[in-house]
């Protein structure tokens, strides 16, 4: 049984930080891919950052490019957040046979997510 669970989510004001957890259960990391996205209510999802688990790069969107970066494994650290950065962040792990998204230029069959963890910045 495959689950993806992330925690760290919270509330910042403009300029602060969070740092984004992904702790992965039942998925062999002959996986390849781990991505991170958000979501806002309405708007379509969008790909923030992705590695390749096999000692790949490491991708990031244009618009947290310099400010978000992966550490401690697949943790997501986000500094210098805005209102833009406000959203529902997911983690999600490749899958065979799913959708192709894309992260960060990065495209993978992301089948695994999680639950969501919600980031406010305000």
């Known amino acids: 049984h495959v689950q993806l669970v992330e925690s760290g989510g919270g509330s910042v004001q403009p300029g602060g930080s969070l740092t984004l957890s992904c702790k992965a259960t039942g998925i062999g990391y002959s996986r390849t891919c781990l991505g991170w996205f958000r979501q806002v209510a309405g708007k379509k999802r969008e790909g923030v950052a992705a590695v390749h688990t096999r000692g790949g790069g490491k991708v990031y969107a244009d618009s947290v490019k310099g400010r978000f970066t992966f550490s401690q494994g697949y943790n997501l650290q986000m500094d210098g957040l805005n209102p833009d950065d406000a959203a529902t962040y997911y983690c999600?792990?490749?899958?065979?046979?799913?959708?192709?998204?894309?992260?960060?230029?990065?495209?993978?069959?992301?089948?695994?997510w999680g639950q969501g963890t919600q980031v406010t910045v305000s």
């Open positions: 999600a792990g490749d899958k065979s046979g799913a959708p192709v998204s894309c992260a960060g230029g990065h495209c993978c069959r992301f089948g695994y």
